[in-house]
């Protein structure tokens, strides 16, 4: 079954920057949707931003801090993440839709069919 792998979760203070990476297995999802979802203790999954193959979105709550793009190069989907807050503390996803994807990459959790393990980020104050 092919899964994605998220990396670069980590513990930073309030105010600093990680950048995670969703590996995506030889390529093939180059042109399949990609997106971050993250979810924290005791609360739902929670949309972060996402890429198509000519399209980006990010939560409205998230622009300006969080920024998503590829590098095809490395076959990889980065989301970088910068002035974290607290609030920001959940395990984060990567996930793929099955099929190439044109437009504006879908914000609901169920258009994605392969996903990643997750990684943590801490924010701590």
């Known amino acids: 079954q092919v899964q994605l792998v998220e990396s670069g979760g980590g513990l930073v203070q309030a105010g600093g920057s990680l950048t995670l990476s969703c590996a995506t297995p030889?390529?093939?999802?180059?042109?399949?949707?990609v997106g971050w979802f993250r979810q924290a203790p005791g609360k739902g999954r929670e949309f972060v931003a996402a890429?198509?193959?000519?399209?980006?979105s990010t939560s409205d709550s998230l622009k300006g801090r969080f920024t998503v793009y590829r590098d095809d190069g490395k076959n990889t989907v980065v989301l970088q993440m910068s002035s974290l807050k607290p609030e920001d503390t959940a395990v984060y996803y990567c996930?793929?839709?099955?099929?190439?994807?044109?437009?504006?990459?879908?914000?609901?959790?169920?258009?994605?069919?392969?996903w990643g393990q997750g990684t943590q980020v801490t924010v701590s104050s």
């Open positions: 890429i198509s193959w000519n399209a980006d």
């Open positions: 030889g390529g093939t999802f180059r042109t399949a949707a």
């Open positions: 996930g793929a839709t099955s099929q190439s994807w044109l437009g504006t990459p879908p914000r609901r959790g169920d258009s994605y069919a392969y």
